[in-house]
């Protein structure tokens, strides 16, 4: 039998980025245009191989509250550096790209950002199914390795 690797990941992010929909879209290959904002946190598994192993993620989609997404990104950032777990593996998702004459932030400022903290960054679409894949790829792919993750944070924008 296959060992099993459990892996912590937390979905951040102002209320409306797309937290849910990028869960339903990598657990369930599914988007629903009518999804319910989030209450509280809710919890998802997917598991996928690295080499010989399986890495199981253990999915957190937290409840957003603000509205000023970018901003959001760079304090849960500072919080985490402060107050989080040594062992961070990063990465910042600019959701909505299908919508992409009316992003909020330029991917560019995101790029720059995510390059200054070492995360991984990537523009996705959780409704067309554009990149959710290659983010959460990426993440497996920095796990296999890294023996010391303690838990993997999604950052999301609009
Ligand atoms: N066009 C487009 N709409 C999206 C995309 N992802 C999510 N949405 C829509 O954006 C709205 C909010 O999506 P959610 O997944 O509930 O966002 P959330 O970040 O989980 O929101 P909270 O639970 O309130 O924190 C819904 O109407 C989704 O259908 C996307 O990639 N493109």
Redesign the pocket.
């Known amino acids: 039998m296959m060992a099993i690797r459990e892996l912590k990941v937390c979905l951040l992010?102002d209320?409306?980025?797309?937290?849910?929909?990028i869960v339903c879209r990598f657990v369930q290959d599914h988007f629903?245009?009518n999804?319910s904002?989030?209450i509280g946190a809710s919890f998802m598994t997917k598991t996928v191989p690295c080499g010989n192993e399986l890495h199981k993620f253990l999915i957190w989609?937290t409840?957003?509250q603000e509205r000023d997404s970018f901003h959001t990104l760079k304090k849960w950032v500072k919080e985490l550096k402060e107050h989080g777990p040594e062992n961070i593996v990063m990465a910042i998702a600019g959701?909505?790209c299908?919508?992409s004459d009316i992003r909020e932030v330029p991917m560019k400022d995101a790029k720059e950002y995510a390059e200054s903290i070492g995360a991984i960054v990537v523009e996705?679409?959780?409704?067309?199914a554009v990149n959710i894949e290659e983010l959460f790829q990426g993440i497996n792919q920095v796990c296999c390795r890294s023996d010391n993750v303690d838990l993997i944070i999604v950052l999301?924008k609009a």
């Open positions: 992010g209320t409306g980025v797309g937290k849910s929909s629903d245009h999804i904002p989030t989609d409840a957003g959701n909505k299908d919508l996705t679409s959780a409704k067309n999301i």
